[in-house]
C-alpha cells in the first residue's frame, strides 16, 4: 500500500516537471523550407528553438489514389545547427525525430496551394503515326496538336474527379478542337494513363507531369518529466505485484517455562493463503519437536 501511494508522488513530480519546464508547439513546413520557430496552438506564443527544422522531402501514399485515403506519409527532416546539418531522419506517424531532448512528430499534411500548377507535361500520341510528343501546357494557353491535328486547351485542376458514378481521382479538364473546328471536352486522369484512349480520337493525350507542392505539419515537444512518470509507473507496477501476489504473513514463537523443561507454542497470521501458513507452521513444528 505504501509503495503503491509513493508511485503517485513520482507522478505528479514528472507532470510538474514537464509543466514548468517542458512545452509543445507545431510548425508547417513546405517543402525545402526551414524555421528554427513554433507556435503554441493553446496560447500562440512563438517559442524559438536554437536550431532549425528543414523538410527537405514530403510523401503520401493512398490506400484508394480515387479516394484519396491516406495509408502513410513520410517527411525527410534535416536538423541545422548554426547552419550546419547534423541529423536526418525520416519522421511517420508514432516515429518521431529525437534530437536533445526535444521530440518532433508527424502530425498532419496538405498541399501548399491547390491551384493548378503553371506548367504540366502532357504526352500526345499519335494513332495514325504512332509518334509520342511531349508538350510543356499553362492553364488556359491553347497549344498546338502536333501533325496538324487541332489545338489543346488546358481548362481546370480537379482533386477528386467524377466519371459514370466512379471517383477517379485527380484530373486535368481540357478541351480538344479538331482541325474541323470540331471540339470534345477531355477529362485526363493522373493515376489512368490510357483512359482517353477510350474516345478513340486521332491524337490520344495523357498527364506526363503534374507537380505538386506539399507542406508537413510537424508537432514539436519537450516533455523532461517523462523519466521520472515513467518511474512511478514501475513503482506503481512493483506496489501492486506486492500488494495482489505476496501474503502478508507474521509469526510468533511462545516459549514458556513448564516443570523441568519449556513449552513452545507457535502461532502465525496471514492475510492470504492460510493453508500455505498453515502448512509452514507444521513443518516448523516437526522441527522443533525433533530436536
Given at each position: 500500500?505504501?509503495?503503491?501511494?509513493?508511485?503517485?508522488?513520482?507522478?505528479?513530480?514528472?507532470?510538474?516537471?514537464?509543466?514548468?519546464?517542458?512545452?509543445?508547439?507545431?510548425?508547417?513546413?513546405?517543402?525545402?523550407?526551414?524555421?528554427?520557430?513554433?507556435?503554441?496552438?493553446?496560447?500562440?506564443?512563438i517559442y524559438h528553438l536554437d536550431f532549425e527544422i528543414r523538410?527537405?522531402?514530403?510523401?503520401?501514399?493512398?490506400?484508394?489514389?480515387?479516394?484519396?485515403?491516406?495509408?502513410?506519409?513520410?517527411?525527410?527532416?534535416?536538423?541545422?545547427?548554426?547552419?550546419?546539418?547534423?541529423?536526418?531522419?525520416?519522421?511517420?506517424?508514432?516515429?518521431?525525430?529525437?534530437?536533445?531532448?526535444?521530440?518532433?512528430?508527424?502530425?498532419?499534411?496538405?498541399?501548399?496551394?491547390?491551384?493548378?500548377?503553371?506548367?504540366?507535361?502532357?504526352?500526345?500520341?499519335?494513332?495514325?503515326?504512332?509518334?509520342?510528343?511531349?508538350?510543356?501546357?499553362?492553364?488556359?494557353?491553347?497549344?498546338?496538336?502536333?501533325?496538324?491535328?487541332?489545338?489543346?486547351?488546358?481548362?481546370?485542376?480537379?482533386?477528386?474527379?467524377?466519371?459514370?458514378?466512379?471517383?477517379?481521382?485527380?484530373?486535368?479538364?481540357?478541351?480538344?478542337?479538331?482541325?474541323?473546328?470540331?471540339?470534345?471536352?477531355?477529362?485526363?486522369?493522373?493515376?489512368?494513363?490510357?483512359?482517353?484512349?477510350?474516345?478513340?480520337?486521332?491524337?490520344?493525350?495523357?498527364v506526363v507531369d503534374l507537380p505538386h507542392l506539399y507542406y508537413?505539419?510537424?508537432?514539436?515537444?519537450?516533455?523532461?518529466?517523462?523519466?521520472?512518470?515513467?518511474?512511478?509507473?514501475?513503482?506503481?507496477?512493483?506496489?501492486?505485484?506486492?500488494?495482489?501476489?505476496?501474503?502478508?504473513?507474521?509469526?510468533?514463537?511462545?516459549?514458556?517455562?513448564?516443570?523441568?523443561?519449556?513449552?513452545?507454542?507457535?502461532?502465525?497470521?496471514?492475510?492470504?493463503?492460510?493453508?500455505?501458513?498453515?502448512?509452514?507452521?507444521?513443518?516448523?513444528?516437526?522441527?522443533?519437536?525433533?530436536?
Open positions: 500500500m505504501y509503495v503503491v501511494h509513493f508511485s503517485i508522488i513520482f507522478l505528479l513530480c514528472g507532470a510538474l516537471i514537464s509543466s514548468i519546464y517542458g512545452f509543445e508547439g507545431f510548425v508547417n513546413l513546405p517543402e525545402g523550407s526551414s524555421s528554427a520557430s513554433i507556435k503554441n496552438d493553446h496560447t500562440n506564443e523538410c527537405d522531402d514530403f510523401n503520401v501514399s493512398y490506400y484508394d489514389p480515387g479516394k484519396r485515403i491516406p495509408k502513410e506519409y513520410r517527411s525527410t527532416l534535416t536538423i541545422l545547427k548554426e547552419g550546419k546539418p547534423v541529423l536526418q531522419k525520416d519522421v511517420i506517424m508514432n516515429d518521431p525525430l529525437r534530437y536533445r531532448g526535444i521530440n518532433i512528430f508527424q502530425n498532419s499534411w496538405g498541399e501548399v496551394a491547390s491551384e493548378l500548377p503553371e506548367q504540366i507535361t502532357l504526352n500526345f500520341k499519335s494513332q495514325e503515326t504512332g509518334m509520342v510528343y511531349n508538350k510543356v501546357v499553362t492553364l488556359k494557353d491553347t497549344v498546338e496538336i502536333p501533325e496538324g491535328k487541332g489545338t489543346f486547351v488546358l481548362e481546370e485542376y480537379v482533386e477528386s474527379a467524377e466519371f459514370r458514378g466512379h471517383v477517379i481521382g485527380e484530373s486535368l479538364i481540357g478541351t480538344l478542337k479538331n482541325k474541323n473546328g470540331h471540339t470534345t471536352k477531355i477529362l485526363l486522369p493522373l493515376q489512368f494513363s490510357r483512359f482517353d484512349e477510350m474516345r478513340g480520337g486521332d491524337m490520344i493525350i495523357s508537413t505539419g510537424l508537432q514539436v515537444t519537450k516533455d523532461p518529466g517523462v523519466p521520472v512518470v515513467y518511474t512511478g509507473f514501475s513503482v506503481l507496477i512493483i506496489g501492486i505485484a506486492i500488494t495482489f501476489f505476496m501474503s502478508h504473513q507474521r509469526l510468533c514463537v511462545d516459549v514458556r517455562k513448564k516443570g523441568k523443561g519449556s513449552m513452545v507454542m507457535l502461532a502465525g497470521t496471514s492475510n492470504k493463503n492460510s493453508v500455505g501458513m498453515q502448512n509452514k507452521i507444521d513443518n516448523l513444528s516437526y522441527k522443533l519437536m525433533k530436536l
